[in-house]
């Protein structure tokens, strides 16, 4: 049984607006962006970049940068590092606003949070104002950081070349607004899910359907897609899982909301664990082992393990509110990762106004000659336990 932990024990940091979008910038440093809208409700638009660390105990977070966006709000973001500059390209309503994340290295004795090497930031942004587009409801980068993709409310799927977002394919993917998308590892395919309830993958070179994902859904009710993932398969780029949440629409009574795993070379859904409320969010580890929901009702988080579904962390109420973000510590992006004595851990945020980590420890294993010193302990004790009732 996965453990279950308290809703205070991950809290990083707290802001004074709603979040709504999640992103690790490098190995220590993660972005959250949300805000009150264009209305004068007096909350702020823009984004927040922290820093991470781990003094021992548990993971802490101090501010590096605060940016304020006017009066559009940053509903979803995207980020590249191609090992010199760090890219950020943000979605707020109808335009998209790429900046340019310039980092310096300074003393770790200049700042709070040891022991780290810290990074100054500067911003420099560039507005792509795209006419006659509707509002940007979901951006990703791919790995490469060659190529882009949006969604919009208009149930279009946008490629664009990336960092210059000249358009490359505009496809008609679905007849509603656009929930999530995301482009897998070899960037050979975007996958896109939608409100018309259809969960396809696209050619990114074509922009023709490889294949659309379909399941056995109890008779009776209607399931809807809420996020979907590409993941790493044996750290193959060529070699891929996909992962989505799916919901009942209505309330759940007896029907289960999903996390679903999928091979996308030939559709077939290979597992699904599920879950006893809606979920909101979805994220997989870079390293592709591990894979973490956020719900709709209770605010919670859970993480998986990706290749079997084996819930592995609870954390019942990890907000007040439903999870709007999740994003793993990554393995592989600029720097070296957090020392901490966590196997994995991810980042979640919620419109409560706060940023959260959740971890789990490295599972213990015992070394081979120690399993099979133990073997042998065992046998011999049972053969002097026989030699001596003369069995």
């Not at 607006?17 to 264009?38: D, I």
């Not at 000249?166 to 975007?190: C, Q, Y």
């Amino acid at each position: 049984m996965a453990p279950t932990r308290r809703s205070t024990e991950g809290l990083l940091a707290r802001v004074n607006f709603p979040l709504y979008t999640v992103q690790m910038l490098t190995s220590r440093h993660v972005l959250v962006a949300g805000g009150g809208g264009s209305a004068n409700t007096g909350v702020a638009n823009g984004f927040e970049i922290f820093e991470l660390a781990h003094n021992g105990k548990r993971f802490v977070a101090e501010e590096v940068i605060r940016h304020e966006t006017g009066r559009t709000v940053v509903m979803n973001c995207a980020a590249h590092s191609n090992g010199r500059r760090t890219y950020l390209v943000a979605g707020q309503e109808s335009h998209c606003q790429l900046y340019i994340v310039n980092m310096k290295v300074v003393d770790a004795s200049e700042k709070i949070i040891p022991p780290v090497e810290n990074a100054k930031m500067s911003l420099f942004n560039t507005w792509y104002d795209i006419e006659d587009e509707p509002v940007q409801r979901v951006v990703c980068v791919g790995r490469s950081g060659k190529l882009m993709a949006t969604g919009g409310t208009d149930g279009h799927v946008r490629l664009w070349e990336f960092p210059t977002l000249k358009k490359k394919l505009d496809v008609k993917a679905h007849t509603k607004e656009v929930d999530d998308l995301h482009i897998s590892p070899n960037e050979k395919w975007v996958a896109s899910i939608s409100k018309d309830g259809r969960l396809v993958i696209w050619s990114s070179e074509t922009g023709k359907k490889v294949r659309e994902l379909t399941w056995s859904v109890p008779e009776g009710v209607k399931y809807l897609y809420k996020r979907c993932r590409f993941a790493l398969l044996e750290e193959d780029v060529h070699k891929s899982r996909l992962f989505s949440i799916t919901n009942p629409v209505g309330r759940l009574g007896k029907h289960k909301a999903y996390l679903q795993l999928w091979d996308p070379h030939d559709g077939s859904l290979k597992k699904m664990a599920p879950c006893s409320e809606s979920l909101s969010a979805l994220a997989v580890s870079d390293n592709g082992k591990f894979v973490a929901v956020g719900t709709m009702f209770s605010g919670s988080v859970s993480i998986y393990i990706a290749f079997s579904l084996q819930r592995v962390l609870h954390v019942d109420q990890a907000h007040s509110m439903f999870v709007t973000g999740l994003e793993f510590l990554p393995q592989s992006l600029d720097g070296p990762p957090i020392t901490s004595t966590s196997e994995t851990a991810v980042v979640s945020i919620s419109v409560d106004n706060k940023v959260c980590i959740h971890s789990v420890d490295y599972r213990s294993t015992l070394p081979f000659w120690v399993a099979v010193l133990l073997v042998v302990i065992t046998m011999f004790c049972a053969f002097m336990l026989c030699s001596y009732l003369g069995i």
